[in-house]
DNA sequence: ACCTCACTTGTCATGTGATTTCATATCAGA
DNA sequence: TCTGATATGAAATCACATGACAAGTGAGGT
């Protein structure tokens, strides 16, 4: 049944064997047609991403990477990230120094980010800061934006309905 | 003569020296007023946040502290970093995990920075994230929005400038 | 003046995150 | 098949951050 392996994507509950299965192929489909190559470390750490649905850090997927017999050396995860991150498959989180799948893989992309303080659930959202009062202080100073960060932290509505309790 | 201390603040030159004292006094001052305590670590490290004007690691900052004959070990810069950016007389620069004195000291506070990919010059901006497109988003999706990161990469003018050169 | 409680400091040790370097292996195209 | 670009493995090292504990300091009550 989907709901055993019902996770938290975006704060709600999906099929999440699909969702695995979609990015997966999706990254597979994308790659054969931009030339890249989606070696099987790459694959793995991008599906160890999916798979988790938050955000992991560059060691715990070292971990992971171990125990299913790839290297064991930081650089294996990292380089893999870089990979994901520069194609935009997954995203760094700065303020939790942590990796996460990108949601919506393919769409042209300035994402922000939910980032719950208790339970560490991340939700991607679009974002448009350099469209709006950031954009127009950045001109007048002479800034030029190539790139936002933009990391929201607060409580997601499950650890919210707990505080409650 | 003013000029020979001006230094880089928000991409524009100004008199430095004057600057300084008046970010110290003005922390003196709120610190009295509220009952903080501006021990001299804590002033040491905002003096050394202003007077740098760029955004300073924390071990960078531990080093000078050891010139000056303040302990040497990492949670003495941590800690006085911890307690400035609590109390609003500094931020973190997550994508740089590095820190800046607060630009407008005060001033109730969402801020953006812009933060040069070549010089790591910082600049400050006031942001809301938290009222625009996200702050919907997060309604929508049940996600209390507590403080939110804001941080643009790109290129100071100066750099601009040179890389037209 | 003294006590006491809360806060601050100093230091050691350790944990976590990320990069440099160099040798080796693999792939795509000439 | 050669070659250049790209990817991997592994060692070492660097950079960032916290936990734990003992000792010092300050403000308020008695």
Redo the contacts between chains.
Sequence with gaps: MATENAALV???QHDHAACIKRALAGAEARCATEGFRLTPARRKVLELLVQSHRALGAYAILDRLRDTGFGSQPPVAYRALNFLVKHGFAHKI??LNAFVACAHPGISHAP?F?I??ICNAV?E??????E???GA??RA?????????????????AC?EQARG
Tied chains: 1, 2.
């Design positions: 975006g704060f709600a700065e303020r922000a939910m719950c303080r939700a959202a679009q974002s448009a800061p350099a709006g009062g950031l202080t950045a100073a002479g800034f030029r934006i190539e790139k936002t960060v933009v990391e929201a932290e607060g409580l997601c509505p919210l």
